[in-house]
């Protein structure tokens, strides 16, 4: 959690302490997404990391869902009752459009490394047009969900 923004942090909060039983999931497991796309934009956003293929077997998978419910309830930074119903939808399984959906896995086997923090740059460039550090962060979180350049 002390990696997260103040408003993914609250994000975070609501979503577990929705999750009744399953509190720890998010805590402990392992993050995946079926989409390299989103799994650059999500990457770039994170210092410190690597990006990993991963080898998961379906019996491995505890929990799919909409990242983006994560981001709207960090939006409203404030455990209301909107923050709850998508916190809600997020532990009903509801994959949104497909395109942004989070496993959370109780194990994973690494098949490649894909990219690490000296990788960010050139992924700014590639799927933004965005040369470092020519932008502040506001402008890459502006863009950050932006559909990839044509």
Known sequence: MEDLEPPQQTAERILRSAAG???RVRADLIFTFDSLD????????????TVYELEVDEKDVVHSADMMYFNKIADINADTPEARAYAALYWQGDRGDGKRVEH????ARVKEVLFTTSDIPALKKELYDINPPDH???EFYENLFKPPKE
């Open 21 to 23: 039983v399953r509190e």
């Open 38 to 49: 989103w799994t650059k934009r999500y990457f770039m956003g994170k210092s410190g990391r």
């Open 104 to 107: 959370l896995c109780a194990a």
């Open 136 to 138: 502040g962060d506001e």
